[in-house]
């Protein structure tokens, strides 16, 4: 989850909850509260209100029965009627029991009493009556249109009659009003209105005692009464209470929609600022997630830029006032990380693009920008230049030695070129990446003493004269630490796309180019053609095949005889190695042997020509054929592997002479002791050694006493050229004669004309080889032609 909806989630849980809490809670309880409340206030209201009215009652009663007891007091009415005025009597009279006529009176003027009390309303005066004192009647009006309540007590044959005003009920129940429509309700015994908020009622005294609340007043009852209003239209709830004795209601109801209101209200209240908390919790989330996220998020998205090899620069914001200094602080050093790492990589990478011996690129270089140009459908041409002779450099004068001449060989190239070493560009100009380098020719070192060209060009004479220019300058000179050392080149090219449609066949062409020029002599260049891919997968072909003959016996020897000069006579054979080609017939050595030496593999097939030819000549002589001698060719290879000498040994005895021909081209000269060993121990196996080829390669002296032949072999590439005094029969006659001085006898091979025979006998040549005289032959074809031989006396 995104840093930034997680910090908005979080606010918003954080300011919701509340809210929800809120809606979880009861709201009834609201309510509920405000009724507990009412009960009590309500209550204590009407119970005030209560005694306050009881007092008022003992009050009239008291003055009432004071007036009654002391009649003599009535005729100080002025003073009677301030103190009668301020309890709100409007009069009080004493009449007649039986006629009703007003005996006695105080009253004001304007509230007289009547001289005789009308018949109905006197017998109801008189109903009220009773035994324990003064009584109070309902509420009623009087002819003049005010209500008064009536008080009555019997004194002998009297009725004492007042008339109370309900002024002072009206004014204590508007005294106490609250709410809305709080307010007061005073009620008779009769359960009819005295103080009301409704003005009509009052003045109708209006009968309440259909109202559950009157009626319990009314039966004496204190309490808290949730009833419906007639007046309000509404439910109401009401504490209540009655006046002891006089049974009075007093009432202080509320309409239960006023206390609804009031907790609505509060719950408004709450919702206001709870809603206010979410909105400021969300605009501190954007706040926060602007101010603080933001840097977070740069940072990440930088990361994983970094991550993804991408060395950009963040786009973090400079350092804020606004911002924790901790987030400053980590932008800061973040930017300073991103600097340093770009440094560091721009570094790293231009050793990991460098050759460090000569400063070029190296082969992961070359492969970068070869595929930009291919990518790119930059056409070119790729020159692989592999050194001739740089190995014995190496080993003759050391590493140093080499490194510097690669040095040399790498500022060779380049100033051909006349372009730069990479060590010799600055980081930033690397930087522009492959699509402007691969412009420019390109000199890179692949390791070893391979160097590899990368020319965007395709102008056949254009690049055939660096090529030249190349394989030119490189075969100059270098000189190091005083030693002048002369290697050579040899040069494959290549062409993209023609000759490779992706980095590596292009290489691979490029490459079999070179393999070429090296096979072809080296110390020049090749370019490839299709021919060439031809010749090597012909070649590869063979070596298959060559690998398959050996297991399965396909490699066979041919023998060819050697004769003694001038009788003729028969002194041995040659093993000469042939292969049975399941299709291609009988091969001799030119149409195998290169691919057997370069497959390793010369060896084997002399191990195998041993044995082969040891063991048919073994059996030719158990049938009776004397075979006087075995040559058999001996590789450096086989000479040097560890097992020829063992072979020897398990030859056994032999009816025949067993002789080795060494190549002459063996560097016989500088022979060391391990070689000289091999050599003796082979002499002391009771075989010689005959010296191969002489006369072509390097001729000395010097190998010849080094290894002392038992026989000398002069190439045929001399004896063939053998005419009457020509060079070299000149030639040949004084090997001979070297020859002989060092008591070594001679075998001319390659005599493929009788007179060359002739003329070798004369030169006193001691045995002789070739065509005029016998060819190679087969094991069975050998048989029958040693039998036909004349046999030796
Ligand atoms: P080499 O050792 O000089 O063998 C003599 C070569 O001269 C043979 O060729 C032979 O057939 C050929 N030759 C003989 N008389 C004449 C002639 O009158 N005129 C001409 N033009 N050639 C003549 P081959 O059999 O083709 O062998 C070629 C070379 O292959 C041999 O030269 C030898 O160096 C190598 N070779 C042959 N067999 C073996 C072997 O078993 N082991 C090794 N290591 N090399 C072998
Ligand atoms: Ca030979
Ligand atoms: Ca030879």
């Given at each position: ?384 230049i592999d050194l001739d ?20 060989v ?60 190349i394989v030119?300058?490189i075969r ?11 290697i050579g080149a040899s040069v ?31 110390d020049?260049f ?268």
């Amino acid at each position: 989850m995104k840093l930034r909806y997680f910090l908005l989630t979080l606010f918003l849980f954080l300011s919701v909850t509340p809210l929800l809490l809120f809606q979880a809670w009861p709201h009834s309880e609201v309510l509920e509260g405000e009724l507990d409340e009412v009960h009590e206030r309500h209550l204590l209201l009407a119970r005030n209100l209560a005694a306050a009215l009881e007092r008022y009652y003992r009050d009239l009663v008291t003055t009432f029965d004071l007036l009654l007891d002391t009649p003599e007091t009535w005729s100080d009415a002025k003073t009677m009627l301030r103190v009668l005025d301020n309890l709100s009597f409007r009069h009080v009279c004493i009449a007649d029991w039986e006629t009703g006529r007003v005996t006695l009176t105080l009253a004001s003027a304007s509230a007289p009493c009547p001289k005789v009390i009308p018949q109905a309303e006197f017998e109801r005066l008189k109903s009220l009556v009773t035994p324990e004192g003064v009584a109070f009647g309902p509420v009623v009006e009087t002819p003049d249109g005010e209500n008064v309540l009536h008080m009555v007590k019997r004194s002998g044959d009297s009725l004492a009659v007042g008339a109370v005003k309900t002024t002072y009920f009206r004014e204590l129940g508007e005294a106490i009003s609250f709410g809305v429509r709080g307010h007061a309700a005073i009620v008779d015994n009769h359960g009819r209105a005295l103080s009301h908020p409704l003005a009509d009622w009052v003045a109708t005294r209006k009968d309440m005692s259909m109202i559950s609340a009157v009626q319990r007043m009314l039966a004496r009852e204190t309490g808290v009464e949730i009833f419906y209003s007639p007046a309000l239209k509404g439910d109401m709830i009401a504490g209540f209470t009655y006046v002891h004795p006089v049974g009075w209601g007093v009432m202080i109801p509320q309409p239960i929609a006023e206390l609804q209101q009031k907790a609505d209200d509060a719950r408004r209240s709450a919702v206001i600022v709870l809603v206010i908390g979410v909105a400021s919790a969300l605009a501190l989330a954007l706040l926060v997630s602007l101010r603080v996220v933001r840097p977070i998020e740069q940072i990440t998205r930088a990361s994983s830029r970094i991550a993804g090899g991408e060395m950009s620069l963040p786009e973090v914001q400079g350092s804020s006032r606004f911002l924790p200094i901790e987030f400053n602080e980590l932008s800061k050093r973040f930017r300073e990380m991103v600097l340093r790492l770009r440094e560091n990589m721009s570094t790293i990478n231009a050793l990991a693009y460098q050759d460090l011996v000569t400063g070029l690129g190296n082969r992961t270089y070359l492969h970068q920008q070869l595929s930009g140009a291919i990518s790119e459908g930059q056409r070119g041409t790729l020159l692989l230049i592999d050194l001739d002779g740089f190995k014995s450099v190496n080993d003759m004068y050391g590493h140093d030695v080499g490194d510097k001449v690669l040095e040399a060989v790498g500022e060779r190239l380049c100033t051909v070129l006349g372009v730069r070493k990479l060590a010799d560009y600055e980081n930033d100009e690397l930087k522009q990446g492959p699509s402007t380098a691969f412009l420019h020719p390109l000199v890179t070192r692949l390791g070893g003493d391979e160097f590899a060209i990368w020319l965007p060009s395709e102008d056949h004479a254009q690049i055939s004269g660096l090529a030249a220019d190349i394989v030119e300058r490189i075969r100059e000179p270098i000189i190091v630490y005083g030693t002048q050392t002369v290697i050579g080149a040899s040069v494959g090219l290549a062409q993209y796309p023609e000759h490779g449609s992706d980095r590596s066949s292009l290489m691979k062409a490029a490459d079999l180019a070179m393999y070429d020029a090296k096979k072809a002599g080296k110390d020049r260049f090749v370019a490839y053609s299709p021919a060439l891919m031809t010749a090597i997968l012909d070649e590869r072909k063979l070596g298959g095949e060559i690998k398959a003959g050996l297991q399965s016996g396909q490699f066979i020897p041919h023998f060819q005889p050697q004769f003694r000069l001038p009788d003729r006579t028969v002194t041995g054979v040659e093993a000469l190695v042939r292969w049975n080609h399941p299709e291609r017939g009988l091969l001799a050595p030119p149409d195998f042997l290169e691919t057997v030496k370069e497959l390793n593999l010369l060896a084997d097939i002399d191990a195998l020509m041993l044995d082969r030819s040891v063991a048919q000549l073994r059996e030719l002589c158990e049938n009776g054929v004397s075979v006087p001698a075995l040559a058999v060719n001996l590789s450096e290879e086989r000479l040097s592997s560890p097992e020829f000498l063992e072979s020897l040994r398990t030859l056994g005895d032999l009816p025949f002479d067993l002789r080795f021909e060494l190549v002459e081209t063996m560097a016989l000269d500088t022979v060391d002791e391990q070689l000289a060993n091999i050599l003796e121990e082979v002499r002391q196996a009771g075989c010689s050694l005959d010296l191969d080829d002489f006369g072509v390669a390097n001729a000395s002296v010097l190998g010849l006493m080094n290894i002392q032949p038992a026989h000398i072999k002069i190439d045929r590439n001399l004896i063939c050229g053998i005419q009457e005094g020509n060079i070299f029969e000149r030639m040949v006659g004084s090997i001979i004669g070297m020859g002989h001085s060092l008591g070594i006898p001679l075998i001319a091979e390659g005599a493929d004309r009788l007179e060359q025979v002739e003329r070798l006998a004369a030169l006193n040549c001691d045995f002789a080889q070739g065509y005029a005289l016998a060819m190679p032959m087969g094991i069975e074809e050998l048989g029958v032609f040693l039998k036909n031989q004349p046999q030796p006396d």
